[in-house]
């Protein structure tokens, strides 16, 4: 005890400096993944309306069939999409002083067990699609408004098979799982891996938009952080993920473009689903058959402070609490968009839902 302005004080024993300091690394860590998905969120409504003139013109000429229009509108597309997403997170890291590459450590479990866990992923994730399509059915039998993404005009030829798959498929593939799996996941992962996990796969989910694609990412979300979490490599997810939509896109291209014979190749797909799955399936038995160390619960770093008070800083920092606030509210402007785009009878619904 020392006496200091008039108070008695207890002097700090080293448990509580720990606490303390580990506190301010957990804020700060909460900070950057609030900060990073403020970013994403406010680069997409300012920028947006400058980089939309582009990518509209650039539409225009593809629709009046004017020389290069397609190619200057999926390269207008995907520069729009890198912007969005790289910009407001590299410059965040930058200042919280992340490491550039956020790539985690990786665990040594062999080239067998990654191809299985891939086709395990990309099993659910059409697993995923199947859940997806019943919530859209369930949505439309309520008549609850909802918009789900525009399709747009098909591309006839190999062009319009390739360059979708780059915009659609790659590029989300790797900055997406850079910035959700990487960034914010590695970020948060001292308050916890099962809090780390579930709260970047819902910051992934809700920043979808709409109430067709929330529930589709966050599933995918959280098998995506959980292989990253049990194996360090990144690689895995990216993989799952560019399959995932790539399979989408080329489906979709086969099934309405006569010059790929549309019949055939939409059952060949159905095929090609069923069997992934099948495969998958048979993938993750063997895993747990064989109790892979993959799949075996670990045990997290000791830490000076508890799982509540642990929680208690994530969730109560203020731009965590932000970001969630923002990407409701954008969910609900969405929803109110596409209520009134519909008829009152959507209308109506929509007020007896909420």
Same mark, same amino acid.
């Given at each position: 005890m020392r006496y200091t302005g008039g108070f008695w004080i207890r002097p700090k024993n080293e448990l509580e400096m720990q606490g303390e300091a580990e506190e301010k690394r957990l804020q700060s860590a909460a900070l950057f993944a609030g900060f990073c998905v403020i970013g994403m969120i406010v680069m997409m409504l300012v920028m947006g309306f400058g980089l939309y003139f582009i990518v509209d013109r650039a539409k225009a000429m593809w629709d009046s069939n004017r020389p290069g229009g397609y190619l200057i509108y999926q390269a207008a597309s995907g520069l729009q999409y890198c912007l969005y997403m790289i910009f407001p997170v590299g410059i965040t890291a930058l200042i919280f002083k992340r490491r550039v590459r956020p790539f985690h450590q990786r665990a040594r479990i062999g080239a067998a067990a990654c191809v299985a866990l891939a086709l395990a992923g990309w099993a659910f994730c059409i697993l995923a699609n199947y859940i997806t399509n019943f919530w859209l059915r369930y949505l439309n039998n309520v008549h609850f408004p909802v918009s789900t993404p525009g399709s747009e005009n098909i591309q006839s030829g190999w062009l319009g098979l390739i360059l979708p798959v780059i915009t659609t498929a790659l590029l989300p593939g790797i900055i997406e799982e850079?910035?959700?799996?990487?960034?914010?996941?590695?970020?948060?992962?001292?308050?916890?891996?099962?809090?780390?996990?579930?709260?970047?796969?819902?910051?992934?989910?809700?920043?979808?938009?709409?109430?067709?694609?929330?529930?589709?990412?966050?599933?995918?979300?959280?098998?995506?952080?959980? #292989? %990253?979490? @049990?194996?360090?490599? #990144?690689?895995?997810?990216?993989?799952?993920?560019?399959?995932?939509?790539?399979?989408?896109?080329?489906?979709?291209?086969?099934?309405?473009?006569?010059?790929?014979?549309?019949? @055939?190749?939409?059952?060949?797909?159905?095929? #090609?689903?069923?069997?992934? %799955?099948?495969?998958?399936?048979?993938? $993750? %038995? #063997? $895993?747990? !058959?064989?109790?892979?160390?993959?799949?075996?619960?670990?045990?997290?770093?000791?830490? !000076?402070?508890?799982?509540?008070? @642990?929680? !208690?800083?994530?969730?109560?920092s203020p731009t965590v609490i932000a970001a969630f606030v923002l990407m409701a509210v954008l969910i609900v402007f969405q929803v109110v968009n596409a209520a009134a785009a519909a008829d009152s009878g959507s209308v109506g619904a929509l007020l007896r839902m909420i």
């Open positions: 850079l910035i959700f799996r990487g960034y914010i996941l590695s970020a948060l992962r001292p308050f916890g891996d099962g809090p780390a996990i579930l709260c970047s796969a819902l910051m992934f989910g809700l920043l979808h938009g709409n109430m067709v694609q929330v529930p589709f990412a966050f599933m995918l979300g959280l098998v995506f952080a959980f #292989i %990253v979490v @049990k194996t360090g490599n #990144i690689v895995i997810p990216m993989a799952i993920h560019f399959l995932n939509n790539a399979s989408a896109t080329v489906q979709n291209q086969l099934g309405n473009d006569p010059f790929f014979g549309q019949t @055939k190749n939409a059952d060949l797909g159905v095929v #090609i689903a069923a069997a992934i %799955v099948l495969l998958g399936g048979a993938a $993750l %038995v #063997i $895993l747990l !058959a064989n109790r892979h160390p993959v799949l075996r619960r670990t045990t997290e770093a000791r830490s !000076a402070l508890t799982r509540k008070e @642990k929680h !208690a800083v994530l969730f109560r």
